[in-house]
Nanobody, 116 residues
Framework: QVQLVESGGGLVQSGGSLRLSCATS????????MSWYRQAPGKEREWVAA????????NYADSVKGRFTISRDNAKTTVYLQMNSLKPEDTAVYYC?????????WGQGTQVTVSS
């Protein structure tokens, strides 16, 4: 059974930093790309960042490029999102995602709130 559990969210002032974690189980982590998404109140869920299975390739949404860094530890089956220079518009619930057999699996999300 695929399980994704996000943690590390919280309340931070503008310009601050947070590191999100997504602990996984139930699938072969090292063989799968992983992604982070976010959903702000009243908005559609949007893609934030992705990382290849080996961690050698990463991609970012323009809105977070240069501020966020996605990484992974295949030994710990965990993916991370380091968020620096946070802005109020980064306020959202953050989710990690994996796709298995054409089905998307999501965690429960972790709330990030950035105060101005």
């Amino acid at each position: 059974q695929v399980q994704l559990v996000e943690s590390g969210g919280g309340l931070v002032q503008s310009g601050g930093s947070l590191r999100l974690s997504c602990a996984t189980s139930g699938f072969v982590f090292r063989r799968n790309a992983m992604s982070w998404y976010r959903q702000a109140p009243g908005k559609e869920r949007e893609w934030v960042a992705a990382i290849s299975s080996a961690g050698t390739n990463t991609n970012y949404a323009d809105s977070v490029k240069g501020r966020f860094t996605i990484s992974r530890d295949n030994a710990k089956t965990t993916v991370y999102l380091q968020m620096n220079s946070l802005k109020p518009e980064d306020t959202a619930v953050y989710y990690c995602k994996v796709t298995q057999w054409n089905h998307d699996y999501w965690g429960q999300g972790t709330q990030v709130t950035v105060s101005s």
